[in-house]
T-cell receptor
């Protein structure tokens, strides 16, 4: 049973436009959410996180939005750059997972010049 | 500089052999984790350790073993009992791991090493 779902395996956007990556979760006990970026054959790099007491967190070009009632979060990248091309993983943790992280399967973002 | 190191980057072994993957961190983190990534899959937790000399099974622990004799080190052994050992293995650490059921528990951000690609021939 997948508790964290990234329903889009891939996304393609033009350089300079907005990239929106989506993530849904089923466990209402999750209270901490993270996004990681991963290049092939490398370890994931932490991008941004949000706790359940907030609905938005911003860091430079990256903004994460959390909609608790819909159990949905999204990552916005503005403006998108070719170097953003990577796999993006959503992860969630909290009492529902004994505070361990549960990862989605990832979305491959391709930013075209 | 601080970080998590995994060695080697690529590892080849013959079927039936045990192999140990190294993971070292100098971030002074209490908690360490091992994940496995397969194509088209997310990261699946193999084992984790919240403190020295203690570790727990994750979601896919069968065929693996770990030890945590030092805070800085969390080696993973892939045994011959692991049916599909070829994969990309990732080690991670976090400042501390909350104890389930303990008041004030929380989830901490995990930071990852560069990974080891294991291929069993």
């Amino acid at each position: 049973d997948q508790q964290v779902k990234q329903n889009s395996p891939s996304l393609s956007v033009q350089e300079g436009r907005i990239s929106i990556l989506n993530c849904d979760y089923t466990n209402s006990m999750f209270d901490y959410f993270l996004w990681y970026k991963k290049y092939p054959a490398e370890g994931p790099t932490f991008l941004i996180s949000i706790s359940s007491i907030k609905d938005k967190n911003e860091d430079g070009r990256f903004t994460v939005f959390l909609n608790k009632s819909a159990k949905h979060l999204s990552l916005h990248i503005v403006p998108s750059q070719p170097g953003d091309s990577a796999v993006y993983f959503c992860a969630a943790g909290g009492r529902g997972s004994n505070y361990k992280l549960t990862f989605g399967k990832g979305t491959l973002l391709t930013v075209n010049p | 500089d601080g970080g998590i190191t995994q060695s080697p980057k690529y590892l080849f072994r013959k079927e039936g052999q045990n192999v140990t993957l190294s993971c070292e961190q100098n971030l002074n983190h209490d908690a360490m984790y091992w994940y496995r990534q397969d194509p088209g899959q997310g990261l699946r937790l193999i084992y984790y350790s919240q403190i020295v000399n203690d570790f727990q099974k994750g979601d896919i622990a069968e065929g693996y073993s770990v030890s945590r004799e030092k805070k800085e080190s969390f080696p993973l052994t892939v045994t011959s009992a692991q049916k599909n050992p070829t994969a990309f293995y990732l080690c991670a650490s976090s400042i501390e791991a909350a104890i389930p059921g303990l008041a004030g528990g929380r989830t901490d951000t995990q930071y990852f090493g560069p990974g080891t690609r294991l291929t069993v021939l």
